[in-house]
């Protein structure tokens, strides 16, 4: 894709971007990976992009993830022909190896940013791309800010929720996702700030919540001094409620969220 614009991805996104299609669906379409295209899965999860990524390359792929149990099931699940790895964007030493980098639902959690996209450009060839697609602004889903804002009023959940510290990493707007690129030599193609929205039971809205988020709100690292069984399930309840309270429409809620899609070309 050496020879792509903004305009041409732009007009891809435009293609692709709607409330049927899932935010990894949207950021595969705009990447656009050929067969043959050595590619970069960051923050694979269980591996089940990864898979789908590589039956269309059937090339070189690579899946990295911080969590042992992730990295297990992937090579449990798809180990045939794909390289799972251990291992964050902060540490990976990667040395022009890629044409692609697929980024999804991973870059809120890098802590080191300009140490990860370093590495980005170190890992792929000249003219290589990345894309990323991740929860953006403080508000980046209304619906679980709702419910998590419960549980820091209720007697049961304040006093500890009161020591949470977010691990998260958030901008507000596209510029300040492109800035990030610009300044460790990448040239941006697309950057965007899009409300996706899918309707839920407020039961599968929870599972949701429970697939990602929870994973920060429940971390015992994300409080001053950790917190007991009690306040892990007292907040899950307060959650669980406040989903439902949300779910009006025919006990169904309309689930968004802000999410960034961008793609940018090592220079």
Known sequence: MKDQTFSTVAQRYKETSSVQKSAAEILLSILDIKPSE?????GCGTGNLTKRIFDVTMTHTVGIDPSDGM?????????????????SAEEMAFDNEFDVIFCNSTFQWIKDVDAAIANFRRALTKGGRVG???PA??????NFVEAVNEAARDKRTAKTFGDFISPWLFFETSDEYSKL?????????????????SSHTASDTFKVFASGAIAGYLNKACYKDGFDDDYS???QTIVKEAFRKQAVNEGKLMLVFNRIFLVATKE
């Not at 990295?71 to 291992?87: A, C, L, P, T």
């Not at 602004?137 to 209304?142: A, D, S, V």
């Open 38 to 42: 050595r590619v970069l899965d960051i």
């Open 71 to 87: 990295v297990d099931e992937s090579r449990k699940s798809f180990g045939s022909g794909i390289s799972f790895q251990k291992m």
């Open 132 to 134: 990323i697609q991740a």
């Open 137 to 142: 602004k403080q508000l980046y889903c209304p």
């Open 181 to 197: 690129f610009v300044r460790n030599g990448f040239h941006v193609l697309f950057s965007e700030i899009q409300k996706i929205e």
């Open 233 to 235: 399930r007292d907040f």
